[in-house]
Every structure is written in C-alpha cells, then in structure tokens.
C-alpha cells in the first residue's frame, strides 16, 4: 500500500479527531488513526513505530525450531 496515502489519512484521522464535537466522534476518529499508524508500522517493517501501540502487534509469532 502507498505510503504516502497512509501517512495521509493518519494525519486526517487526527485531526478529525483533535476537532470533534462529540466524545463518540472523538473516539472513533481516534481508532481510525490508529489502525493507519498500525498499518504505517507493518508496511515499514517497524522502522516507523507510533508511541501506544504494544510491539506484540507487529512480531509474528515464533516459528517451531528444528528442536521442538
């Protein structure tokens, strides 16, 4: 996915948020931005990384070693 289109509507998202009338608006605009800034992480393999966002997220789980 393009970066540039991500980093975009992170940005957005935060604004909207920044700006909402309604607690509700807020929150929902607020989750948008995160899964953006999720997304932004695993794109860029975690070299970009948001503060809030548990690194559990990005690791994929161990594969089985040749000993287990």
Do not use: C, W
Not at 1 to 13: A, G, H, K, S, T
């Amino acid at each position: 996915m393009d970066l540039n289109y991500l980093f975009l509507r992170q940005q957005v998202e935060r604004t909207l948020s920044e700006r909402a009338a309604t607690n509700a608006a807020k929150a929902a605009h607020e989750g948008m931005a995160r899964k953006y800034e999720l997304e932004i992480e695993r794109e860029t393999g975690g070299r970009i990384m948001f503060p809030g966002h548990p690194q559990e997220e990005l690791i994929a789980p161990p594969s089985p070693s040749a000993s287990s």
